[in-house]
DNA sequence: CCTACCGATCGGTAGG
DNA sequence: CCTACCGATCGGTAGG
Protein backbone atom coordinates (compact mmCIF):
# COMPACT_ATOMS: atom_id res chain seq x y z
CA UNK A 1 0.00 0.00 0.00
CA UNK A 2 1.43 3.29 -1.17
CA UNK A 3 1.47 6.27 1.71
CA UNK A 4 -0.92 8.84 1.08
CA UNK A 5 1.06 11.94 0.94
CA UNK A 6 0.59 13.87 4.22
CA UNK A 7 -0.93 17.45 3.57
CA UNK A 8 1.12 20.35 4.44
CA UNK A 9 -0.27 22.25 7.60
CA UNK A 10 -2.00 25.25 5.96
CA UNK A 11 -2.44 28.55 8.78
CA UNK A 12 -6.01 29.23 7.71
CA UNK A 13 -8.77 28.76 10.36
CA UNK A 14 -9.63 25.03 10.56
CA UNK A 15 -13.29 26.09 11.43
CA UNK A 16 -16.04 26.54 8.61
CA UNK A 17 -16.16 30.28 8.46
CA UNK A 18 -19.69 30.22 6.59
CA UNK A 19 -22.59 27.20 5.90
CA UNK A 20 -21.58 27.20 2.05
CA UNK A 21 -18.08 26.04 2.75
CA UNK A 22 -19.42 23.40 5.36
CA UNK A 23 -22.17 22.19 3.17
CA UNK A 24 -19.03 21.73 0.27
CA UNK A 25 -17.02 19.71 2.83
CA UNK A 26 -19.81 17.19 3.96
CA UNK A 27 -21.77 17.01 0.54
CA UNK A 28 -17.89 15.82 -0.86
CA UNK A 29 -17.74 13.49 2.16
CA UNK A 30 -21.14 12.05 1.08
CA UNK A 31 -20.25 12.04 -2.34
CA UNK A 32 -17.17 9.82 -1.96
CA UNK A 33 -18.51 7.37 0.43
CA UNK A 34 -21.42 6.59 -2.29
CA UNK A 35 -19.01 5.98 -4.88
CA UNK A 36 -16.64 3.94 -1.84
CA UNK A 37 -20.18 2.13 -1.00
CA UNK A 38 -21.33 0.92 -4.50
CA UNK A 39 -18.15 0.21 -5.07
CA UNK A 40 -16.56 -1.96 -2.45
CA UNK A 41 -20.24 -1.96 -0.24
CA UNK A 42 -20.57 -0.88 3.05
CA UNK A 43 -18.91 -2.98 5.30
CA UNK A 44 -15.67 -3.08 2.85
CA UNK A 45 -15.52 0.60 2.98
CA UNK A 46 -13.69 2.30 6.00
CA UNK A 47 -14.03 5.96 7.35
CA UNK A 48 -10.03 6.25 6.63
CA UNK A 49 -11.11 5.18 2.73
CA UNK A 50 -13.78 8.21 2.91
CA UNK A 51 -11.50 10.60 4.09
CA UNK A 52 -8.67 9.67 1.68
CA UNK A 53 -10.91 10.37 -0.96
CA UNK A 54 -11.25 13.85 0.01
CA UNK A 55 -8.24 14.52 1.69
CA UNK A 56 -8.89 14.65 5.21
CA UNK A 57 -7.30 12.45 8.29
CA UNK A 58 -9.21 9.42 9.51
CA UNK A 59 -10.92 11.90 12.40
CA UNK A 60 -12.02 14.28 10.41
CA UNK A 61 -15.19 12.85 8.76
CA UNK A 62 -16.60 12.52 12.48
CA UNK A 63 -16.67 16.06 12.55
CA UNK A 64 -19.64 16.22 10.28
CA UNK A 65 -21.08 12.97 10.77
CA UNK A 66 -21.39 11.33 14.09
CA UNK A 67 -20.73 8.14 12.69
CA UNK A 68 -20.39 5.52 9.69
CA UNK A 69 -23.93 4.65 9.73
CA UNK A 70 -25.14 8.16 9.38
CA UNK A 71 -22.90 8.57 6.74
CA UNK A 72 -24.74 6.05 4.82
CA UNK A 73 -28.06 7.04 6.18
CA UNK A 74 -27.33 10.47 4.27
CA UNK A 75 -26.13 8.69 1.44
CA UNK A 76 -29.31 6.52 1.24
CA UNK A 77 -31.96 9.45 1.75
CA UNK A 78 -30.61 11.31 -0.61
CA UNK A 79 -30.69 8.43 -3.00
CA UNK A 80 -34.41 7.75 -2.90
CA UNK A 81 -35.36 11.23 -2.90
CA UNK A 82 -33.20 11.85 -5.91
CA UNK A 83 -35.00 9.35 -7.67
CA UNK A 84 -38.44 10.26 -6.35
CA UNK A 85 -37.80 13.96 -7.87
CA UNK A 86 -36.32 12.75 -11.00
CA UNK A 87 -39.35 10.29 -12.07
CA UNK A 88 -42.27 12.78 -10.42
CA UNK A 89 -41.30 15.37 -12.92
CA UNK A 90 -42.66 12.88 -16.21
CA UNK A 91 -44.93 11.37 -13.73
CA UNK A 92 -46.82 15.02 -13.35
CA UNK A 93 -46.64 15.64 -16.96
CA UNK A 94 -49.99 15.96 -19.26
CA UNK A 95 -48.67 12.97 -21.39
CA UNK A 96 -50.51 9.99 -22.59
CA UNK A 97 -50.09 7.45 -20.10
CA UNK A 98 -47.88 5.15 -22.39
CA UNK A 99 -45.72 7.96 -23.49
CA UNK A 100 -45.68 9.04 -19.50
CA UNK A 101 -44.81 5.71 -18.89
CA UNK A 102 -41.77 5.06 -20.68
CA UNK A 103 -40.37 8.77 -19.59
CA UNK A 104 -40.45 7.94 -16.40
CA UNK A 105 -38.98 4.69 -17.37
CA UNK A 106 -35.93 6.41 -19.14
CA UNK A 107 -35.70 9.39 -15.64
CA UNK A 108 -35.47 6.44 -13.32
CA UNK A 109 -32.92 4.82 -15.40
CA UNK A 110 -31.28 7.68 -16.04
CA UNK A 111 -30.86 7.96 -12.28
CA UNK A 112 -29.41 4.09 -11.96
CA UNK A 113 -27.17 4.63 -14.38
CA UNK A 114 -26.00 8.16 -14.65
CA UNK A 115 -22.56 9.69 -13.41
CA UNK A 116 -24.46 11.58 -11.18
CA UNK A 117 -27.05 9.25 -9.71
CA UNK A 118 -25.34 5.82 -10.11
CA UNK A 119 -23.50 5.84 -6.47
CA UNK A 120 -26.56 7.17 -4.19
CA UNK A 121 -28.94 4.86 -6.20
CA UNK A 122 -26.70 1.72 -5.72
CA UNK A 123 -26.27 2.54 -1.92
CA UNK A 124 -29.42 2.74 -1.69
CA UNK A 125 -30.65 -0.74 -3.61
CA UNK A 126 -28.06 -2.62 -1.92
CA UNK A 127 -26.68 -1.19 1.22
CA UNK A 128 -29.69 -0.41 3.15
CA UNK A 129 -29.84 -3.23 5.21
CA UNK A 130 -26.95 -2.02 7.17
CA UNK A 131 -28.87 0.76 8.46
CA UNK A 132 -30.25 0.45 11.74
CA UNK A 133 -34.22 -0.37 12.10
CA UNK A 134 -34.77 3.30 12.23
CA UNK A 135 -33.74 4.69 9.23
CA UNK A 136 -34.77 1.42 7.71
CA UNK A 137 -38.28 2.84 8.29
CA UNK A 138 -37.52 5.81 6.97
CA UNK A 139 -35.81 4.43 3.38
CA UNK A 140 -39.26 2.08 3.42
CA UNK A 141 -41.98 4.85 3.90
CA UNK A 142 -40.19 7.55 0.92
CA UNK A 143 -39.76 3.72 -1.15
CA UNK A 144 -43.05 3.54 -0.49
CA UNK A 145 -44.48 7.03 -2.05
CA UNK A 146 -41.63 6.35 -4.47
CA UNK A 147 -43.62 3.21 -5.52
CA UNK A 148 -47.11 5.14 -5.57
CA UNK A 149 -46.00 7.03 -8.42
CA UNK A 150 -45.74 3.59 -10.03
CA UNK A 151 -48.72 1.79 -8.96
CA UNK A 152 -50.88 4.96 -10.61
CA UNK A 153 -49.01 5.11 -14.07
CA UNK A 154 -49.90 1.00 -13.64
CA UNK A 155 -53.43 1.57 -12.98
CA UNK A 156 -54.01 4.16 -16.11
CA UNK A 157 -52.13 1.49 -18.30
CA UNK A 158 -54.96 -0.98 -17.48
CA UNK A 159 -57.53 1.88 -17.86
CA UNK A 160 -55.94 1.69 -21.58
CA UNK A 161 -55.93 -2.31 -21.79
CA UNK A 162 -52.08 -1.93 -22.63
CA UNK A 163 -51.52 -3.79 -19.31
CA UNK A 164 -53.74 -6.81 -18.53
CA UNK A 165 -52.76 -6.79 -14.60
CA UNK A 166 -51.78 -3.71 -12.49
CA UNK A 167 -51.13 -5.96 -9.19
CA UNK A 168 -48.66 -5.06 -6.63
CA UNK A 169 -46.88 -8.09 -8.27
CA UNK A 170 -46.77 -6.25 -11.83
CA UNK A 171 -45.20 -3.37 -9.78
CA UNK A 172 -42.61 -5.89 -8.14
CA UNK A 173 -41.40 -7.28 -11.86
CA UNK A 174 -41.23 -3.87 -12.98
CA UNK A 175 -38.90 -2.89 -10.35
CA UNK A 176 -36.69 -5.53 -10.78
CA UNK A 177 -35.89 -5.25 -14.67
CA UNK A 178 -35.29 -1.83 -13.85
CA UNK A 179 -33.39 -2.30 -10.65
CA UNK A 180 -31.50 -5.04 -11.80
CA UNK A 181 -29.93 -2.91 -14.63
CA UNK A 182 -27.68 -1.70 -12.86
CA UNK A 183 -25.48 -5.50 -12.62
CA UNK A 184 -24.81 -5.80 -16.07
CA UNK A 185 -24.83 -1.94 -17.34
CA UNK A 186 -21.42 -1.22 -19.48
CA UNK A 187 -21.17 2.25 -19.86
CA UNK A 188 -19.22 1.73 -22.84
CA UNK A 189 -21.48 -0.49 -24.21
CA UNK A 190 -23.71 0.39 -26.94
CA UNK A 191 -27.53 0.97 -25.22
CA UNK A 192 -28.30 4.26 -23.76
CA UNK A 193 -31.00 4.37 -20.98
CA UNK A 194 -33.35 5.80 -22.86
CA UNK A 195 -32.95 3.34 -25.33
CA UNK A 196 -33.48 0.12 -22.29
CA UNK A 197 -36.92 2.13 -21.13
CA UNK A 198 -38.20 1.86 -24.65
CA UNK A 199 -37.59 -1.49 -25.00
CA UNK A 200 -38.85 -2.64 -21.42
CA UNK A 201 -42.16 -0.61 -22.16
CA UNK A 202 -42.42 -2.69 -24.97
CA UNK A 203 -42.17 -6.10 -23.17
CA UNK A 204 -44.32 -5.07 -20.62
CA UNK A 205 -46.92 -3.45 -22.44
CA UNK A 206 -49.49 -4.66 -25.52
CA UNK A 207 -50.82 -2.52 -28.41
CA UNK B 1 -21.99 -10.28 23.82
CA UNK B 2 -23.01 -13.81 25.77
CA UNK B 3 -19.97 -15.59 25.81
CA UNK B 4 -20.16 -18.48 23.99
CA UNK B 5 -19.94 -21.53 26.07
CA UNK B 6 -16.80 -23.96 25.79
CA UNK B 7 -17.07 -26.95 24.30
CA UNK B 8 -15.87 -29.51 26.72
CA UNK B 9 -12.94 -31.61 25.45
CA UNK B 10 -13.81 -34.87 24.21
CA UNK B 11 -10.85 -37.59 24.13
CA UNK B 12 -11.38 -38.60 20.34
CA UNK B 13 -9.21 -37.85 17.43
CA UNK B 14 -9.17 -34.51 16.39
CA UNK B 15 -8.56 -35.84 12.89
CA UNK B 16 -11.46 -36.42 10.31
CA UNK B 17 -11.57 -40.41 10.23
CA UNK B 18 -13.30 -41.36 6.62
CA UNK B 19 -14.41 -38.77 4.38
CA UNK B 20 -17.62 -38.75 5.25
CA UNK B 21 -17.10 -36.94 8.50
CA UNK B 22 -14.72 -34.48 6.51
CA UNK B 23 -17.56 -33.89 3.70
CA UNK B 24 -20.34 -33.39 6.78
CA UNK B 25 -18.42 -30.99 8.42
CA UNK B 26 -16.71 -29.06 5.60
CA UNK B 27 -20.52 -28.60 4.39
CA UNK B 28 -21.80 -27.82 7.71
CA UNK B 29 -19.47 -24.61 7.44
CA UNK B 30 -20.16 -23.61 3.67
CA UNK B 31 -24.28 -23.96 4.73
CA UNK B 32 -23.11 -21.75 7.73
CA UNK B 33 -21.56 -19.29 5.76
CA UNK B 34 -24.27 -18.99 2.97
CA UNK B 35 -26.55 -18.03 5.81
CA UNK B 36 -24.90 -15.64 7.04
CA UNK B 37 -23.38 -14.00 3.84
CA UNK B 38 -26.78 -13.82 2.85
CA UNK B 39 -28.08 -11.83 6.07
CA UNK B 40 -24.95 -9.91 7.00
CA UNK B 41 -23.06 -9.56 3.55
CA UNK B 42 -19.62 -11.28 2.85
CA UNK B 43 -17.40 -8.45 4.35
CA UNK B 44 -19.83 -8.00 7.60
CA UNK B 45 -19.31 -11.84 8.23
CA UNK B 46 -16.22 -12.97 10.17
CA UNK B 47 -15.00 -16.16 10.42
CA UNK B 48 -15.51 -15.90 13.92
CA UNK B 49 -19.57 -15.58 13.21
CA UNK B 50 -18.92 -18.83 10.79
CA UNK B 51 -17.28 -21.04 13.36
CA UNK B 52 -19.76 -20.38 16.42
CA UNK B 53 -22.27 -21.14 13.81
CA UNK B 54 -21.18 -24.71 13.83
CA UNK B 55 -19.72 -24.63 17.00
CA UNK B 56 -15.73 -24.47 15.88
CA UNK B 57 -13.24 -22.42 17.61
CA UNK B 58 -12.37 -19.48 15.67
CA UNK B 59 -9.02 -21.06 14.10
CA UNK B 60 -10.35 -24.06 12.83
CA UNK B 61 -12.24 -22.52 9.60
CA UNK B 62 -8.54 -22.73 8.21
CA UNK B 63 -8.48 -26.60 8.31
CA UNK B 64 -11.64 -26.42 5.65
CA UNK B 65 -10.49 -23.84 3.58
CA UNK B 66 -7.25 -21.76 2.85
CA UNK B 67 -8.87 -18.43 3.39
CA UNK B 68 -12.44 -16.33 4.02
CA UNK B 69 -12.37 -15.72 -0.36
CA UNK B 70 -12.18 -19.35 -0.19
CA UNK B 71 -15.24 -20.16 1.56
CA UNK B 72 -17.15 -17.60 -0.97
CA UNK B 73 -16.03 -19.13 -3.69
CA UNK B 74 -17.13 -22.13 -2.30
CA UNK B 75 -20.74 -20.95 -1.67
CA UNK B 76 -20.98 -19.12 -4.57
CA UNK B 77 -20.15 -21.84 -7.10
CA UNK B 78 -22.64 -24.00 -5.03
CA UNK B 79 -24.77 -21.33 -5.90
CA UNK B 80 -24.44 -21.19 -9.40
CA UNK B 81 -24.67 -25.07 -9.85
CA UNK B 82 -27.42 -25.40 -7.79
CA UNK B 83 -29.61 -23.03 -9.79
CA UNK B 84 -28.18 -24.31 -13.05
CA UNK B 85 -29.18 -28.19 -12.41
CA UNK B 86 -32.71 -26.71 -11.41
CA UNK B 87 -33.28 -25.54 -14.03
CA UNK B 88 -31.41 -27.69 -16.71
CA UNK B 89 -34.36 -30.28 -15.81
CA UNK B 90 -37.56 -28.49 -16.95
CA UNK B 91 -35.60 -26.98 -19.97
CA UNK B 92 -34.79 -30.43 -21.02
CA UNK B 93 -38.33 -31.54 -20.64
CA UNK B 94 -40.41 -32.24 -24.00
CA UNK B 95 -43.26 -29.66 -23.35
CA UNK B 96 -44.39 -27.05 -25.16
CA UNK B 97 -42.13 -23.90 -24.78
CA UNK B 98 -44.73 -21.73 -22.88
CA UNK B 99 -45.27 -24.65 -20.48
CA UNK B 100 -41.54 -25.44 -20.58
CA UNK B 101 -41.06 -21.57 -19.93
CA UNK B 102 -43.00 -21.51 -16.44
CA UNK B 103 -41.64 -24.92 -15.46
CA UNK B 104 -38.14 -22.86 -15.87
CA UNK B 105 -39.04 -19.83 -14.17
CA UNK B 106 -40.86 -21.76 -11.12
CA UNK B 107 -37.47 -24.30 -10.77
CA UNK B 108 -35.32 -20.57 -10.72
CA UNK B 109 -37.37 -19.32 -7.86
CA UNK B 110 -38.00 -22.40 -6.08
CA UNK B 111 -33.79 -22.16 -5.55
CA UNK B 112 -34.03 -17.99 -5.34
CA UNK B 113 -36.86 -18.62 -2.13
CA UNK B 114 -36.61 -21.89 -0.79
CA UNK B 115 -35.10 -22.97 2.03
CA UNK B 116 -32.30 -25.08 0.67
CA UNK B 117 -31.27 -22.65 -1.75
CA UNK B 118 -32.03 -19.33 -0.99
CA UNK B 119 -28.69 -18.25 1.20
CA UNK B 120 -26.20 -20.11 -1.47
CA UNK B 121 -28.29 -17.95 -4.52
CA UNK B 122 -28.24 -14.69 -2.28
CA UNK B 123 -24.78 -15.08 -1.73
CA UNK B 124 -23.80 -15.61 -5.48
CA UNK B 125 -26.27 -12.58 -6.50
CA UNK B 126 -24.98 -9.97 -4.49
CA UNK B 127 -21.44 -10.76 -2.82
CA UNK B 128 -19.71 -12.46 -6.26
CA UNK B 129 -18.25 -8.76 -6.05
CA UNK B 130 -16.18 -9.74 -3.52
CA UNK B 131 -14.62 -12.54 -5.27
CA UNK B 132 -10.84 -12.40 -6.87
CA UNK B 133 -10.78 -11.74 -10.29
CA UNK B 134 -10.24 -15.49 -10.72
CA UNK B 135 -12.66 -16.73 -9.29
CA UNK B 136 -15.38 -13.86 -10.64
CA UNK B 137 -14.46 -15.24 -13.94
CA UNK B 138 -15.09 -18.72 -13.23
CA UNK B 139 -18.44 -17.63 -11.97
CA UNK B 140 -19.67 -15.70 -15.02
CA UNK B 141 -18.59 -18.47 -17.48
CA UNK B 142 -20.91 -21.08 -15.51
CA UNK B 143 -23.50 -17.89 -15.20
CA UNK B 144 -23.50 -17.51 -19.01
CA UNK B 145 -23.70 -21.21 -19.58
CA UNK B 146 -27.10 -20.82 -16.84
CA UNK B 147 -28.22 -18.02 -19.43
CA UNK B 148 -27.94 -19.91 -22.62
CA UNK B 149 -30.37 -22.35 -21.07
CA UNK B 150 -33.03 -19.09 -21.05
CA UNK B 151 -31.80 -17.94 -24.46
CA UNK B 152 -32.80 -21.05 -25.62
CA UNK B 153 -36.06 -20.74 -24.82
CA UNK B 154 -36.30 -17.41 -25.32
CA UNK B 155 -35.86 -18.17 -28.88
CA UNK B 156 -38.57 -20.65 -29.13
CA UNK B 157 -41.01 -18.35 -27.59
CA UNK B 158 -40.28 -16.11 -30.26
CA UNK B 159 -40.54 -18.70 -32.82
CA UNK B 160 -44.17 -19.12 -31.03
CA UNK B 161 -45.19 -15.91 -31.20
CA UNK B 162 -45.42 -15.68 -27.80
CA UNK B 163 -42.61 -13.10 -27.44
CA UNK B 164 -41.78 -9.96 -30.16
CA UNK B 165 -38.01 -9.60 -28.80
CA UNK B 166 -35.70 -12.98 -27.71
CA UNK B 167 -32.75 -10.47 -27.73
CA UNK B 168 -30.15 -10.57 -24.68
CA UNK B 169 -32.21 -7.39 -23.27
CA UNK B 170 -35.01 -9.34 -22.74
CA UNK B 171 -33.58 -11.85 -21.12
CA UNK B 172 -31.53 -9.66 -18.60
CA UNK B 173 -35.08 -7.94 -17.79
CA UNK B 174 -36.15 -11.31 -17.13
CA UNK B 175 -33.35 -11.74 -15.01
CA UNK B 176 -33.76 -8.84 -12.71
CA UNK B 177 -37.63 -9.68 -12.52
CA UNK B 178 -36.70 -12.87 -11.18
CA UNK B 179 -33.78 -11.93 -9.68
CA UNK B 180 -35.24 -9.12 -7.81
CA UNK B 181 -37.75 -11.16 -5.61
CA UNK B 182 -35.13 -11.73 -3.33
CA UNK B 183 -35.45 -8.33 -2.31
CA UNK B 184 -39.45 -8.41 -1.44
CA UNK B 185 -40.47 -12.13 -1.14
CA UNK B 186 -41.61 -12.97 2.42
CA UNK B 187 -41.98 -17.06 3.85
CA UNK B 188 -44.87 -16.04 5.44
CA UNK B 189 -46.50 -14.18 2.47
CA UNK B 190 -49.20 -15.39 0.63
CA UNK B 191 -47.77 -16.22 -3.00
CA UNK B 192 -45.43 -18.95 -3.58
CA UNK B 193 -42.92 -19.48 -6.00
CA UNK B 194 -45.12 -21.33 -8.14
CA UNK B 195 -47.63 -18.57 -8.46
CA UNK B 196 -45.05 -15.76 -8.62
CA UNK B 197 -43.87 -17.61 -12.08
CA UNK B 198 -47.42 -17.85 -13.44
CA UNK B 199 -47.90 -14.03 -13.40
CA UNK B 200 -44.44 -13.77 -14.36
CA UNK B 201 -45.13 -15.74 -17.54
CA UNK B 202 -48.10 -14.14 -18.04
CA UNK B 203 -46.86 -10.48 -17.99
CA UNK B 204 -44.25 -11.41 -20.42
CA UNK B 205 -45.94 -13.55 -23.25
CA UNK B 206 -48.72 -12.45 -25.55
CA UNK B 207 -51.31 -15.38 -26.18
C1' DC C 1 -9.69 -29.41 15.12
C1' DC C 2 -8.17 -26.59 19.54
C1' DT C 3 -4.96 -23.33 22.05
C1' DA C 4 -2.66 -19.43 21.99
C1' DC C 5 -1.30 -15.91 19.66
C1' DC C 6 0.15 -12.03 16.14
C1' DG C 7 0.25 -7.83 13.42
C1' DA C 8 -2.92 -5.03 11.15
C1' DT C 9 -6.81 -2.48 11.02
C1' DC C 10 -11.15 -0.66 12.53
C1' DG C 11 -14.69 3.02 14.32
C1' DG C 12 -14.48 6.43 17.22
C1' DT C 13 -12.78 10.19 20.75
C1' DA C 14 -10.21 13.99 23.49
C1' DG C 15 -8.17 18.06 23.04
C1' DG C 16 -6.77 21.65 20.53
C1' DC D 1 -10.49 19.83 10.88
C1' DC D 2 -5.80 17.63 12.61
C1' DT D 3 -2.94 14.97 16.08
C1' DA D 4 -2.56 11.32 18.75
C1' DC D 5 -4.49 7.74 20.50
C1' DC D 6 -7.59 3.72 22.39
C1' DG D 7 -9.89 -0.71 22.98
C1' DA D 8 -11.89 -4.01 20.15
C1' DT D 9 -11.81 -6.95 16.55
C1' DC D 10 -10.15 -9.05 12.38
C1' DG D 11 -8.03 -12.83 9.19
C1' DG D 12 -4.81 -15.91 9.67
C1' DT D 13 -0.92 -19.12 11.66
C1' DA D 14 2.23 -22.36 14.55
C1' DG D 15 2.22 -26.22 16.99
C1' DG D 16 0.13 -29.87 18.79
Redesign the interface.
Known amino acids: MARVVKKAPVSVSPEPTFQGEETNRRSELVRAAGRLFRE?????TTIRDIADAVNMRSGSPFYHFKSKQDILRTVALDGIATIHAAVAKPAASNKAPRARFEAMLTAHLNVLLGDEGRDIAATLL?ES??LDAEAQDEVIRLKDAYEGLWQAVLKELKTDGAL??D?A??R??????????T??YRHDGG?SPRQ?AR??A???L?D
Chains 1, 2 share one sequence.
Request: net charge positive.
Open positions: KGYSAHRHTDSLTLFLMGAMNWTQWRIQLKLLR
